[in-house]
DNA sequence: GACCGGCCTCGAAACGATTCGAGCGTTCCC
DNA sequence: GGGAACGCTCGAATCGTTTCGAGGCCGGTC
C-alpha cells in the first residue's frame, strides 16, 4: 500500500519481517535480534515511518497517555492568574518525562440549558484522556465533575472539597491564614478587613450577602476564612472579588478603603488581589503600611511592587503541580493516592507593619 | 461482556439492535428512527455507557481531534507572558466549538544530545494530533519543526518565518514598529535605544555581539528591528532580553539608561520589557517621558503600572489566536490557508513625550 | 543420535468504533 | 395489481497497533 502515510504492514513487508517482528522492534519490549530491529528501523528510514500511529496504539492498549486539565471557560481567566500559570507548569514537567501529555479541557458551563446543544458534544465529554486533573477549586456539585465521573475518568482535584474516589492535593491554606492574622494581631491590629476570592457560584463582586456566604463552597476560599476564624479575627468587613486579578483586587480595595473609618490591615486572599488593594490604596492617598497595612496569598514574584515587597503566605506552586503529577501517575499505576497537604509559609515584607496609634 | 466499561457492542445488545445501528444512534449520521435512538440511549443510560470510546473512534476516522500547540521547554516562560496567554485564549476559544482540543507539547530541547535518549520519545514524536501550532517564533531551522514535518503533521505557525508547507499568521509588526519610530523621531528623538526580544537561539541577554546580530533568525525580533531601519531610526545601542517578562526588561533598562549619555527614548520590543524598563528609569532616578520616553510592543492592559499609560504598539491578541485557529480548521478541511498578516495600531500614552532640550 | 532449552519470529486475535452497500418491509404511484 | 422509491436496519470490512501463544531453528548435553 504506497498511498497514504506507510503503516507498521508496510514497513514490515519490506523489511521481509512479519507486522509482529516490526513492532517490537519500535516498542522494544520483548526479545529481538539487534541485526533485526537495524534492518526494520532502515526500512522505516526508507519508507518515511515516523514511528507507530498513536491512535492504533492507544486503542490496543486503552491508553491514550493524555492527562485532561480542566480549565475555566476562559483560559484567559485561568491563565492570567500566574498561580495557575505555575501549578501547571509544575504539572506539565512532572507529566512530560512520563511520556504524558497535557489537554486543555475547557469546564462545562454551569449555566449552560442543557436542552439546548448548540454545541456539538463538549470536549469534556469526548476527548481522550486517562486521567483529569480540577487545578483549581472544584465544587462538591459541579456538572464537570460528575459527567467525568459518568465517563468512567480518574480525578485528581488540586484544593478542592474531598470527594469519593478522586484524589487531592491541597495546601495547608487554613493554618497560613490564621498564621498570617495572628501576626497582624501581634502587631496591634484590631480593624481587619478581607477580600476574598470567589465563593460560590455564579461569582460575583462586592459584599457578599448572607446567603451567599452561607453557600460558601469554594475550598480555597472557605479555608482562608476560615483560618481567620481560628486566629480569633472577624473581619469589620469582607468584599469578594470575582476573579484573582489586579483589578478585582484594586475595586475590592475601594470598597474597603474608601469608607469613614477604614481597617488598618487588609488580607487579601490572593497577591494580585492585594496588588490591587495596593493600588487602591495609594489611589486613595494612604501610605502603605503606615495609614494601612496589606497581605496578600501565594508568595509570588511581583517585580513591579518594587520597592514595596508584599507580606504573603507564600505556598509552594510548582510542587504543587509536581504533587499532582505524581498523583496522576499514581492513579494511572492503579494505585489510589493518599491525600496531600503541602506546607506553607509566612513571609513578611514591607506592606505590613504596626498601625497608628 | 459486563466486564470493563460497556461497549457500544453492548449497548446495542441490551437494545436489541446491532452495532451499526447503536453507532447511528450516537453519531447522529445516517437516517435511524426516533424510537429507535431512544431505545438506545435508553440502554446506554443503564449500563452506564457516556458515549463512544473517542480512541476506537479516532482509530476509525483517522482523526484525533487534537491539536497540539508546542511550548517552550519550560511552560512557565511561555506562559508567564501574557501575550502568548491571550493568543492561546484566542485559539483555544475557536478550537472548542469545533470540537478540537489543545494539547500543550514541549519543544524539543535544541541542545540535546541526541544520541543520549534518556527520556522515553518526546510528546512531539509521538503524542496524538491532527495539527500543530507553532504559537510564537518558529526558527527555520528547527528541530522541532522538523520532527513535526517528518510525522507528517500539518504545521500552523503564529509570527515565523515563511516555510515550505506551514500556514503562517503574523502582524505588521515591522510596519507598526516604524510608526512608532517615527512618532518619537517627529518629537525630535534622536538618540533612541532599543531592548529587543530574543534573536536567535541560545537566548542570551546584553548587548549582542555582530555575530549574534549577523545569526537574527526569530521573526519578531527581526521585523520589528526591520522597522526601526525603514523609518530611518538606528538604535544608539541595542540590548537583547532573554525572555519577555519584567524582569529582563529592568535588567536591560539598567544596561540601556544607566551610562554616561543615555538616550532620550527607548523602544522596547515588548510591553513587559517596556515596563521592566520604566521601572529601572523609576530607580535610577529618571522621570518619564520628561528625562526618558519609554515605548513598548503588545498592547496589555498593565493596570499596575497605573497612573501611567504606556505607549505602544497594540496588536490584537485573541483575534491572533482566533485566526490561528480558524487556519487550523482550514488545514483540517483539506484547504491551504493564505497567509494572514493582521493589522496593528499605534497607541499613545503617557510614557513618551519630547526629549528635554 | 535423540532430546531439551533458549532465542527469535510469526500468525492471529483483539481493541472499539465507523461506514458502505445490501437487504427488507412499507408506501406510493401508475 | 405490479413495480419503483423510500426509510430504516444489519453484516462485514476496516483503521494500525500490540500481545499472546505456538512454532522453528540452533546448540548443548546425556
Redesign the interface.
Given at each position: 500500500m504506497s498511498q497514504g502515510?506507510p503503516t507498521l504492514a508496510d514497513v514490515a513487508s519490506a523489511a521481509g519481517v512479519s507486522v509482529s517482528t516490526a513492532s517490537l522492534a519500535f516498542s522494544g519490549a520483548g526479545p529481538i535480534a539487534t541485526e533485526t530491529r537495524a534492518k526494520v528501523h532502515e526500512a522505516a528510514q526508507r519508507l518515511?515511518y515516523?514511528?507507530p500511529n498513536?491512535?492504533?496504539r492507544?486503542?490496543r492498549s486503552?491508553r491514550?497517555?493524555?492527562v485532561g486539565v480542566v480549565i475555566g471557560d476562559?483560559?484567559?481567566r485561568s491563565?492570567?492568574d500566574?498561580v495557575s500559570?505555575?501549578v501547571?507548569?509544575g504539572l506539565?514537567?512532572t507529566l512530560?518525562?512520563l511520556?504524558l501529555?497535557?489537554?486543555?479541557?475547557?469546564a462545562l458551563d454551569p449555566d449552560r440549558d442543557p436542552t439546548e446543544s448548540a454545541?456539538?458534544?463538549?470536549?469534556l465529554?469526548?476527548?481522550?484522556m486517562d486521567v483529569a486533573v480540577l487545578i483549581w477549586g472544584a465544587r462538591r456539585e459541579d456538572a464537570t465533575l460528575e459527567a467525568l465521573q459518568?465517563?468512567?475518568v480518574p480525578v485528581v482535584i488540586g484544593e478542592g472539597p474531598e470527594i469519593e474516589g478522586a484524589a487531592v492535593v491541597g495546601i495547608a491554606d487554613q493554618q497560613g491564614t490564621a498564621d498570617l492574622a495572628r501576626y497582624l494581631t501581634g502587631l496591634g491590629h484590631t480593624r481587619i478587613a478581607t477580600v476574598t476570592l470567589p465563593l460560590c457560584h455564579p461569582r460575583q463582586t462586592g459584599i457578599p450577602t448572607p446567603d451567599r456566604l452561607a453557600r460558601l463552597d469554594w475550598a480555597p476560599a472557605r479555608h482562608r476564612l476560615q483560618g481567620l476564624a481560628d486566629a480569633g479575627v472577624e473581619p469589620t468587613v469582607i468584599v469578594e472579588a470575582s476573579a484573582s486579578l489586579?483589578?478585582d483586587g484594586?475595586a475590592a480595595g475601594h470598597l474597603v478603603l474608601d469608607v469613614p473609618e477604614p481597617p488598618t490591615a487588609v488580607i487579601a486572599q490572593s497577591d494580585l488581589l492585594a496588588?490591587?488593594v495596593l493600588?487602591a490604596a495609594r489611589?486613595l492617598g494612604l501610605r502603605v503600611p503606615e495609614d494601612v497595612s496589606v497581605a496578600g496569598f501565594d508568595g509570588l514574584d511581583l517585580?513591579?511592587?518594587?520597592p514595596d515587597v508584599l507580606t504573603t503566605v507564600a505556598q509552594p506552586l510548582?510542587a504543587k503541580g509536581e504533587a499532582i503529577g505524581h498523583a496522576v501517575a499514581q492513579v494511572l499505576a492503579g494505585e489510589v493516592p493518599p491525600p496531600v497537604r503541602l506546607d506553607v509559609e509566612l513571609r513578611v515584607g514591607t506592606t505590613t507593619g504596626p498601625p497608628r496609634t
Open positions: 502515510r518515511g515516523a514511528g498513536p491512535l492504533g492507544s486503542l486503552g491514550s497517555g493524555i476562559q483560559l484567559r491563565f492570567r500566574p500559570v505555575q501547571l507548569d506539565v514537567s512530560g518525562p511520556g501529555g497535557v489537554l486543555l479541557i475547557p454545541e456539538l458534544d463538549p470536549l465529554a469526548s476527548a481522550p459518568r465517563r468512567g489586579v483589578e484594586r496588588a490591587g493600588l489611589e517585580p513591579w511592587l518594587s510548582s
